[in-house]
Every structure is written in structure tokens, then in C-alpha cells.
């Protein structure tokens, strides 16, 4: 076959490809409003899995990316708008929440990261030279200054003291649908070790001591928001689908 013919046979397979990718896009939608009225989950590992199954390598890579755009198309319409994740130190608020943002193909930040740039320095070493009271003064004007609104929506990470702060509070609950993690006391215990870079656990946290404080804190997170996943036992991936197909399922009240 000539040049010529070989190119206008790939045309003809693109203009192919091109129907069939906005039809798939359609549909992709129209499932989008029935997840949305038969309150189904928004991401499902398995059905991407078998999507994928029995593909070789190079059409694997394409499905994902179809996939992606679709789980893309699906999050503009089911979550217009940001999220936040609250709760304890250890809970996986900034996996989870860095995790949840990939699948919606959204830009993901996290404020302890944004106050670290800020001061220069680790968090634990700004605690020891200036004091948990000044950290929270700067958490405070970080939050107010964050610019919810100005891009796409996004999913933001909170240190778990944030929303102690009902000026806070009431700011994320006007800007965005808060997600309240939690885990068991041990869990995080074994997930943040013995509280190095957790200033505010000091140098020997114990299993005891995060149930303390995790006691106390308990009723302000809970008042924070309808949203809550146990990430106890679930994989980052898991936690993640978790929030999303929470907030698919329990509109906003
Ligand atoms: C804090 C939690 C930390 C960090 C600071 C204070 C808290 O964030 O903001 O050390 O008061 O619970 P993580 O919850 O992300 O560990």
C-alpha cells in the first residue's frame, strides 16, 4: 500500500477512535447521574481491573488514561467542590488525601506542608523554638489566606489541630465538605512511632497518651462534619475510595 493509502487508513481508524471516545464520554456521564440518583459508589477498583484484564501492555496504558479522563469527567460532575480532610495525626490525612486527589484529577495540598515552606524549617523545630501558640497563629493566617476559589477545586489536608480553632472550623465548612478520618489509638501509635516530627505528642508518644487526646478532641471533630471514614485496616487506596463514595452517597445537608 502506498503512503498516501496508509495514512488515510489511519485517519479513518482516528476518526474512528474519536467517535468512539466521545460515545464512551456520554455514557460515562449518563453513569455519573445514575451513581449520583441510586447513591453507587463513584470508584470502583474492580471494574477498572476487568477493564484492563486480558489487555496487553500498550492498550493497558491507553485504558488507564481512558479511565482516568472518565474517573475526571465523572468528579466534575459528582464533587463540584473542594475537600477537606480533618482528624487526628496518623489518621492518613495526607495519603489518603493525596490518593483521593489523583483519582479525581485534582490539585492536592496539605497546610503543615504550606506552613513549612512558609517558616523554613520542620514543624517540630518551629514548636521547640517558638511554641505550639505561634504555630497556631500562623496556621490560622495560612488557612485564611488559602485560595479556595481561585482554581479548580482541590483536595486540602488540615493538621489535626486546625479545626480546634472554630474560626477555622466554620471557614472550611464555608469553602468546602469536610471528611473526618480516624483510626484506633493503636493504629496511629504504630503509624507515627514514637511522635518523632509530632511536636505536639512530645518526644515519647504513647498509645495512652494519643487516646487522651484523641478523647478530647473527639466531639469538636465530630461537630465538624457529617463525613467520617476509619481508615483502621483500609489501604491508602481503600481510605480514598472510601471518602469519595462517602461524599457521592450523603449529599451536603
Ligand atoms: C497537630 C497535628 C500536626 C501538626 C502539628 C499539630 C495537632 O498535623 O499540624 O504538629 O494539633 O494535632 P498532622 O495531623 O498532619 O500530624
Redesign the pocket.
Known amino acids: 500500500m502506498s503512503l498516501q493509502k496508509l495514512r488515510e487508513e489511519i485517519d479513518s481508524c482516528d476518526a474512528r477512535i474519536k467517535h468512539f471516545f466521545e460515545k464512551r464520554m456520554h455514557f460515562v456521564e449518563e453513569i455519573a447521574g445514575l451513581k449520583k440518583e441510586l447513591g453507587l459508589p463513584f470508584y470502583d477498583p474492580g471494574r477498572e481491573e476487568a477493564i484492563l484484564a486480558g489487555l496487553g501492555r500498550e492498550a493497558q496504558e491507553l485504558f488507564r488514561k481512558i479511565m482516568e479522563l472518565s474517573r475526571e469527567r465523572q468528579a466534575r460532575l459528582l464533587f463540584p467542590f473542594n475537600i477537606v480532610l480533618i482528624?487526628?495525626?496518623?489518621t492518613g490525612?495526607?495519603s489518603v488525601g493525596q490518593k483521593a486527589a489523583c483519582l479525581l484529577g485534582r490539585p492536592f495540598y496539605d497546610l503543615?506542608q504550606i506552613i513549612e515552606k512558609t517558616i523554613g524549617m520542620p514543624?517540630p523545630q518551629y514548636?521547640q523554638r517558638r511554641g505550639e501558640a505561634s504555630?497556631r497563629r500562623k496556621?490560622k493566617e495560612l488557612l485564611c489566606k488559602f485560595p479556595f476559589g481561585d482554581g479548580p477545586k482541590v483536595v486540602l489536608?488540615v493538621?489535626?489541630?486546625?479545626v480546634?480553632d472554630p474560626e477555622n472550623a466554620a471557614l472550611l465548612r464555608a469553602k468546602a465538605r469536610l471528611v473526618l478520618l480516624t483510626a484506633s489509638s493503636e493504629t496511629i501509635f504504630k503509624r507515627i512511632g514514637a511522635g518523632a516530627g509530632?511536636?505536639?505528642l512530645g518526644p515519647e508518644a504513647t498509645a495512652d497518651k494519643i487516646k487522651r487526646l484523641q478523647k478530647a478532641r473527639a466531639p469538636i471533630y465530630a461537630a465538624c462534619t457529617q463525613w467520617r471514614v476509619d481508615t483502621d485496616g483500609l489501604t491508602v487506596q481503600a481510605a480514598a475510595a472510601e471518602v469519595l463514595n462517602q461524599l457521592a452517597l450523603k449529599s451536603g445537608s
Not at 159 to 162: D, F, K, Q, W
Request: neutral net charge; aromatic residues 16%; charged residues 20%.
Open positions: 482528624g487526628f495525626m496518623g490525612k495526607t503543615d514543624l514548636f504555630f496556621e489536608a493538621g489535626g489541630g486546625a480546634l509530632r511536636p505536639l
